[in-house]
């Protein structure tokens, strides 16, 4: 699923990049709004990318899920492994 995530963020990132470059390289010449409507749609373009970039998959784990029999935090990418997430001071630790 990352792998199509990333795919689709370098592609809509390419598609800006191409109506920015060429509104302003020759479309300009013809057309000044028409560059100006190109530069528009390329300016909405990063944030949608970037949404798309960080949404969630059916699959995915996110950060914060609770994953084991008791419901602790491990760390892991799959599902049951890893291990429990320790605090380094021990001051803090619930009893």
């Known amino acids: 699923m990352y792998t199509?995530?990333?795919?689709?963020?370098f592609l809509m990132m390419g598609i800006c990049l191409v109506l920015?470059?060429?509104a302003w390289a020759f479309v300009r010449i013809?057309?000044?709004?028409?560059?100006?409507?190109?530069?528009?749609?390329?300016?909405?373009?990063?944030?949608?990318?970037?949404i798309v970039a960080n949404r969630r998959g059916p699959e995915?784990?996110?950060?914060?899920?609770?994953?084991?029999?008791?419901?602790?935090?491990?760390v892991g990418r799959e599902e049951g492994r890893g291990r429990k997430r320790?605090?380094?001071?021990?001051?803090?630790?619930r009893r």
């Open 30 to 50: 013809w057309s000044v709004p028409a560059a100006i409507g190109m530069c528009v749609v390329a300016l909405v373009i990063p944030p949608v990318a970037a």
């Open 4 to 9: 199509r995530r990333r795919r689709a963020y």
């Open 86 to 93: 320790e605090d380094p001071d021990p001051r803090r630790r």
């Open 20 to 22: 920015f470059v060429s």
């Open 60 to 74: 995915d784990r996110w950060w914060d899920e609770k994953d084991g029999e008791n419901g602790e935090a491990t």
